[in-house]
């Protein structure tokens, strides 16, 4: 008797939209919570990160047939509504230390920075700044798991995803936004 193993298949809802940063790329489930946002000029990146934390599972991306409360949400930040993501549901699947960092991330608050170093010693792991970097590195989701808040020691931008000048947008923005309120 042959066994067959069968690859679960999981369905994702896909929007794309324009930002003053460029179009993204919002994936999230039937629940709403988002699993992979980035910039589609980095799909490659964002597709490899999916396949990296889905390689058991076969996904099948749809087109949304409604927009979802998580795009409105991000476009009412990009207005400088920076509190308006605050209440988005994200379902990471890196591993636990990873999951820990992004966890520590969206703890940052709108308008500030945080190195890499001091993020480390907030999970309890100070001698982990590499590990912790790495971990920023494998975000597959932007703004909201907000990875471009952090910086390096000497508070010189460091990689981003998204792209440097994102960064450089998104701290201005962050910034312009919080001192208005």
């Known amino acids: 008797m042959e066994t ?3 690859m679960k298949t999981e369905t994702f809802q896909l929007e794309r939209f324009a930002t003053p940063t ?3 790329v919002l994936i999230s489930d039937q629940q709403g919570r988002v699993h992979a946002l980035d910039w589609e000029d980095h799909d490659e990146r964002m597709q490899r ?3 990296r934390y889905y390689r058991n599972v076969t996904l099948s991306l749809r087109d949304a047939s409604k927009e979802s409360s998580t795009k409105r949400a991000l476009l009412a930040y ?5 509190e308006a ?3 988005v549901k994200v379902a990471t699947s890196g591993t636990a230390f990873q999951n820990q960092v992004w966890i520590a991330l969206r703890r940052i608050p709108c308008g500030q920075t945080l ?8 999970i309890g792991r100070p001698a982990a700044v590499r590990a912790v970097g790495l971990a920023n590195g494998a975000n ?4 909201v798991v907000p990875c471009h808040r952090v910086i390096g020691a000497n508070a010189s931008l460091t990689g981003y995803g998204g792209g440097l000048e994102r960064k450089r947008w998104l701290l201005d923005h ?3 936004a919080a001192s208005r309120t």
Do not use: C, H, V
């Open 85 to 87: 993501i605050a209440d």
């Open 22 to 24: 460029g179009r993204m």
């Open 174 to 176: 962050e910034a312009t």
């Open 78 to 82: 990009f207005d400088g509504q920076l």
């Open 115 to 122: 190195s890499y170093g001091a993020l480390a010693k907030k």
């Open 4 to 6: 067959q193993e069968f």
């Open 140 to 143: 597959p989701i932007a703004i």
């Open 49 to 51: 990160l999916l396949a």
